[in-house]
């Protein structure tokens, strides 16, 4: 027996129509994007195949979604990627938006009309040039059967946003891997004399793991661990005070980093150990409170073969992501 199912996802486009039931919503789709070694997994596609675009029917589909961009009081760009760009089988050797995207998208901010830049891809992307030059930048991932809806209430300002990256997005695909929570290597950064591991760029990321903006701005202060030394086997809290220093209702993802400073093993530059989600009101401060254990200040130890918790000196950041500033110390002894 053969089921044949329509798959109904609301697209960007819809959510935005949805949104704007008497407005002029036009469209362009600008060239189109395709992988240049195709996925083994597009013969087992229901539907008809579509012949790629000439070159020409390529430059005809930029110079119209330009052309519609001009005519627009506001345009929103939503690019990235197609599905069969990532999942099994669709490693790449760029993190670059495929195809003229990037072009099309400095055609566009070169018309000074505000402009929107709504990502849809499955991951990070190198977008260091919109970062630059776009105010606005929505990642809405691969959004599912309602993500249209779910964009344009983001887009309209019904839902303020509180989501943070769970992965970093690097400057290149040359930078890769990049995670926040990886150990000194023999590359040289910091210091007075290496300052960067590349002469021709900053070694941070584009945007942090952990990081996210909303439509209200946050200040995490007050950062205060109960006792300056806690022993073996004991816990100890750790607090802030977080404040919604904008003005609109919005969410705050609280995160705490540590770093074993010496030990047994060779211990990650940050660990993420905890993290809240706080709702907070224009003007409302909230503490948040964490515990660090024998569970987040232990690790695995690869020359003792088991779990063990050391007796040194640890770094304790909270923040708004991996980058968090706000620190502290802590010892633990025997």
Known sequence: MVFDHSPAAVTVLEGIRAKLPGARVEYAPGPEIRRDIRSPFEDMTPGDKKAPQTPEQAEAAFRKAVSTARNADVVVMVLGENAEMAG????????????????????????????????????????????????????????????????????????????????????????????????????????RMYRSRYWDGPTTPLYPFGFGLSYTTFSITNLKVAAKQVKVGSLVTVTADVTNTGSVLGDEVVQLYIHQKAGSDSRPLRELKGFERLTLRPGETKTVTFRLGPAELGHWSTSAGKWVQDTEAFDVWVGADSLATLHADLVVVR
């Open 88 to 191: 099994e089988a669709a490693s790449r050797a760029s993190l670059d938006l495929p195809g003229r995207q990037e072009e099309l998208l400095k055609a566009v901010v070169a018309l000074g009309k505000p402009v929107v830049l709504v990502l849809l891809n499955g991951r990070p992307l190198s977008i260091a040039w919109a970062a630059e030059n776009v105010p606005a930048i929505l990642e809405a991932w691969e959004p599912g059967s309602e993500g249209g809806h779910a964009v344009a209430d983001i887009l309209f300002g019904d839902v303020n946003p509180g989501g943070k990256l769970p992965v970093t997005f690097p400057r290149k695909a040359s930078h890769a891997p990049l995670y926040y929570a990886r150990n000194l290597t023999h590359s040289p950064e910091g210091g």
